[in-house]
């Protein structure tokens, strides 16, 4: 909960610091709002056959605050889904396992605009559980069981870095896409290799103006 507030903190005081920047006619402070698709997987687990990629949203507000004349940090606030899917067999029996974790992610992008329209970015996501479900279902009888205490066996800070790209077609509307490799093990009490996050991103961005 400390780190959750800490990180809500830091976007808000971004927030602040944003209205309160000096801008020029051309390089307005700016806030807008964006949303799209995830592709989330995580790291290799040895005790799984066949893993795939599962497919979330993610939606949220940003502001983005120019430092010099071709660069600005972009902080946001996302409702963001991770997780996987996989494929395992036990005893003959075939199994396939989803596994569903919402975040409140706090991205910090730094970025650097190549021409006016089009961007590059990099930086820190810090991201805050908010649920995680584990779904098992059978695939012989088609039976299956959903575990919503999942939550109790992760960490609930998590932290990623993110390289991206945007492009705006007009001062308003642009897409975006971006990769989050996860930098921090998502289990609490984890004996093996670290478990992390990681997500492709793409979406829509609009700037309010």
Do not use: C, H, W
């Not at 700016?30 to 497919?55: A, H, R």
């Not at 996987?84 to 199994?95: C, M, P, W």
């Not at 021409?115 to 695939?139: C, D, M, Q, R, T």
């Amino acid at each position: 909960m400390k780190k959750l507030i800490f990180g809500l903190a830091v976007t808000a005081s971004s927030l602040a610091f944003a209205q309160q920047t000096p801008s020029s006619s051309s390089n307005p402070v700016t806030f807008g709002v964006k949303g799209g698709m995830n592709v989330s997987s995580l790291s290799k687990d040895e005790g799984l056959d066949d893993q795939k990629s599962k497919i979330g949203f993610n939606a949220g507000v940003f502001a983005n605050i120019p430092i010099a004349e071709s660069f600005s940090v972009q902080p946001e606030v996302l409702y963001s889904q991770y997780g996987s899917k996989a494929d395992q067999t036990i005893f003959g029996t075939k199994y396939s396992t989803s596994t569903k974790l919402d975040y409140i992610a706090v991205p910090v992008m730094f970025q650097y605009n190549l021409i006016p329209n089009l961007y590059v970015e990099a930086g820190p996501e810090f991201g805050f559980l908010v649920s995680a479900k584990n779904k098992l279902k059978n695939e012989n009888n088609g039976n299956s069981t959903t575990s919503d205490n999942y939550k109790d066996q992760l960490q609930t800070f998590n932290f990623g870095i993110g390289l991206g790209a945007g492009y705006y077609f007009t001062p308003n509307l642009g897409i975006t896409a971006r990769y989050v490799a996860g930098v921090t093990d998502i289990f609490k009490d984890n004996s093996g290799d670290a478990i992390r996050n990681n997500t492709f991103q793409v979406g829509l961005a609009y700037k309010f103006k």
